[in-house]
């Protein structure tokens, strides 16, 4: 039981932050119709008993599947497995990732199924899966990271130049969406396994980071790739309205529990079904073990359900109302220190980021301390957040004119940057863009979006995940040549770093 307490003690800091402002908003600001409150504060109470429960059951049933298949795959001691199991894997997961989930069905919401959801899941699901099987290649061949994502973020340049506005910021969306709660415990647990075919235990430590960098630039590849084809460059959008006037509180959720849960069955079968087919050829688990793994597969299931629920239900409406509420007003500095706010409340309660800084603390032996990276985070994100709303205040300026030159740093200093440090930065993308960010903030520039004049919500309300997913390379790889520099003037030799 301490291991579920600690686990809702992790999940309430994450989603109470962003329900005491939404209800401060509401007695000043924004107020909010009676019946979307009690939606939104029941959607709340779905988030924190879903993302717990399924954080639990990653813990118990994704994780080790993730481990025993990665020991698996070292034991082949063959390439070509490898790259099979890579591509196998890396689509199933993605499919079963549950922010991604939130992105499409918001992508769809907006497109009014022009860009189905079906068809979003999918298309990334097969980048990530290309990608992830060049990830644990590269680890295999011990081919340099920072040379690796220069040649994915080059062929991702190139691309840009075609892609349409539409699916620019989808693109990158959906990069920090797939680096998601599922998604990164079961990509690392895959990654630790492979490092392990090397020898050389410092290439396996540094090994161990990178490898969701390199898997969550498949989704912006893949979903840039399906635009060029498509020449989808006439789509417009627009929130849909009539369910956030609805004055009934348990329809919504009635509605879209059976399609959800339908969903959800779908996306984990195939991970359930591989697990199974591996336990009588290879992994031949005791009765106990492997009753607490299909255990963890239900409680992930059960997770995923309530959490999606309470997202599409009753939370990302609020997001959206808020968002539209704000932006109305006759001071857009509102809106924007609204952003700043909620950019901060959620990396700094994001628990995945406390792991992080405990990490990055003792990688550097106490140099670089984590209440200072913590803060580093928080402002940047904070900043990404508001730039995001001042981009869509601002005709003039587009999403590429923040993502251009932040990429083109962030690989410039892959160069410089001690290599664990590359690894942790890029990683730490995926870290920072977390439930909150894919599910309210969201929401939030998109209703800003709608209530903009002259703004496009395909084309402004999305890339908010992109920014805050970028943040993190820029702070954390500066953070790595301060430690660099105080390495060299207290006379250590970091070469190997």
Same mark, same amino acid.
């Given at each position: ?299 992930? %299931? @059960? #997770? ?5 629920? &309470? !997202?599409?239900? /009753?939370? $990302?409406?609020?997001?959206? =109302?808020?968002? *539209? ?95 664990? %440090? @590359? #690894? ?5 993308? &995926? !870290?920072?863009? /977390?439930? $909150?960010?894919?599910?309210? =903030?969201?929401? *939030? ?53």
């Amino acid at each position: 039981m301490s291991v579920i307490t600690s686990k809702l003690v992790e999940v309430l800091y994450s989603v109470l932050p962003i329900t005491a402002i939404v209800m401060l908003l509401n007695f000043t600001l924004t107020p909010i119709d009676t019946p979307l409150l009690i939606r939104f504060l029941l959607g709340a109470i779905l988030i924190v008993i879903g993302l717990t429960v399924f954080l639990f059951g990653v813990d118990i049933g994704i994780t080790p599947i993730g481990n025993m298949m990665g020991t698996a795959i070292v034991k082949s001691n063959k390439v070509w497995i490898v790259i099979v199991a890579g591509l196998f894997l890396g689509f199933f997961i993605s499919i079963a990732e549950p922010d991604l989930h939130i992105l499409a069905g918001q992508v769809d919401a907006v497109t009014s199924g022009l860009i189905s959801k079906g068809i979003l899941v999918v298309v990334v699901s097969i980048g990530i899966a290309v990608l992830f099987a060049v990830g644990l290649t590269r680890i295999v061949y011990n081919f340099p990271l920072y040379k690796t994502l220069t040649v994915l973020y080059g062929i991702i340049l190139v691309l840009a130049l075609f892609t349409s506005p539409e699916f620019m910021a989808i693109s990158f969306d959906a990069s920090g969406a797939t680096t998601g709660a599922l998604t990164v415990p079961f990509v690392l647990a895959l990654a630790w396994g492979v490092s392990q075919l090397k020898m050389d235990s410092k290439s396996s430590e540094e090994d161990s980071f990178g490898l969701v960098a390199i898997v969550s630039t498949g989704a912006i590849i893949s979903v840039m790739i399906m635009s060029i084809l498509a020449k989808t460059d006439t789509i417009t959008g627009m929130l849909p309205t009539a369910q956030a006037m609805s004055t009934s509180i348990m329809a919504p959720f009635l509605q879209k529990l059976p399609l959800i849960a339908g969903e959800i069955v779908l996306a984990l079968a195939p991970i359930l079904i591989t697990f199974m087919v591996f336990q009588k050829i290879a992994f031949k688990l005791s009765k106990t073990a492997l009753r607490r793994v299909l255990f963890g597969m239900l409680f992930t %299931f @059960v #997770g995923l359900v309530l959490l999606l629920l &309470g !997202v599409n239900a /009753g939370f $990302m409406e609020v997001g959206s =109302i808020v968002g *539209f509420k704000m932006a109305s007003l006759d001071n857009y500095w509102y809106v924007i220190g609204a952003g700043f706010i909620l950019g901060m409340v959620t990396i700094l309660a994001e628990p995945a980021v406390n792991v992080l800084t405990h990490q990055i603390e003792e990688v550097t032996s106490g140099y670089v301390n984590r209440k200072v990276v913590m803060i580093t985070l928080a402002l940047g994100v904070a900043l990404a957040v508001a730039l995001s709303i001042i981009r869509i205040l601002t005709p003039g300026i587009q999403l590429w004119h923040y993502l251009l030159p932040g990429y083109l740093i962030s690989i410039a200093l892959t160069h410089f940057v001690p290599k664990l %440090f @590359v #690894g942790i930065a890029f990683d730490s993308g &995926g !870290v920072a863009s /977390g439930p $909150m960010t894919a599910t309210f =903030i969201l929401a *939030f520039t998109q209703g800003v979006a709608e209530a903009v004049e002259g703004a496009n919500v395909l084309i402004d309300g999305f890339g908010v995940i992109a920014m805050v997913a970028m943040t993190p390379l820029i702070a954390l790889q500066i953070l790595g040549l301060v430690f660099k520099i105080r390495s060299k003037k207290g006379g250590v030799d970091d070469n190997e770093q």
